[in-house]
């Protein structure tokens, strides 16, 4: 009995050591399709997209700092930008990724807030990076189009 | 060998063997139950700096290493992003330094991986998937053989009859109560 248990502790120990470590590259689903849409495209006609699933390749400027639940990624163009969610614990991105290429698939959704949804979300946001909010600067509701995430590769 | 020493042969050697597991999962679980409170995979530092103010607008790439020596840095940055016309995103390492263009403000962000945390948190949230799932589902059967087995452990003292009836109560009464109240 003892020295079976012995070689099953000396199997886990063996495998820990060939185990090597584990930066994964990949995260959810991975990517599935085959054409990359442009976030410029997108988002100038993006009820054409809406429920769509597309494929958006660009820098990661942002990533959720504790959950890691969230992403934005640009386009081609200056100050392009989009979101990236998915589900919480699901597909979790590292901050490492901010910086990076990197490429991504989901669906299009659409969001059309009201001027109280904006200001909590962004008050929200703010309190997560510990920076200050100004309610006021808040004036109206806002039509706000991301993209539900299913899968990603970051060249991290 | 009868079924009672096999039952408390189960449940001593899977205790041990999954002691490991449970501290990842005990510990992980307390760490990632206060994300609202704290960062349980990163250490983040931000600093604040300043530079010469800029006029709103694109920056062009080139003047990007002038604006990195204003302050002291000298290494080569990764990317840089504009979210708007007034400020700048700047991409070093593990660092972002956000630059606000008209009052020269900087903020340097510099983040860093807890070093024990953040592998418990990997574990217990299954970020490797793959075999990983394999582990974490055979470690969930295990428990459950391990309660299974537990309360079988009948003995004169701690029996289901005397403290031991009470004890299971409470322990299955406990998360009822949490559902009636909020679920």
Known sequence: MHKQLQIVVTSLFVLLLLASPVLAKSFGAGLSLDQTTSLTELLGNPDNYVDKQVQLKGLIVDVCEKRGCWLYITGDQPFEKIRVK???GQIVFPLEARGKQGTVEGVVEKFVLTREEVIKNRQHHAEERGESFDPATVTSGETVYQLRGTGAEINL | MNWRKWNYAVHRDLGFLCIGLTLVYALSGIAVNHVNDWNPNYVIE?????IKPLPP???????????????????AHENTFQPDADNLWIYIDQRMIKVHLPSGQVQQELFKRRSFWYPLNFLHLNHPKKAWTWVADIYAA?????????????SKKTG????????????VLLPLLFLQLYY
């Open chain 2, 46 to 50: 931000r600093v604040a700096a300043s």
């Open chain 2, 142 to 154: 295990a428990l459950f053989l391990l309660a299974v087995s537990g309360l079988l452990m009948v």
């Open chain 2, 160 to 171: 289901l009859k005397r403290r031991g009836l009470v004890l299971t109560a409470a322990g």
């Open chain 2, 57 to 75: 607008g694109l920056v062009d790439p080139l003047t990007i290493p002038q604006l990195l020596q204003q302050l002291g840095e000298s290494g």
């Open chain 1, 86 to 88: 998915v589900v919480d």
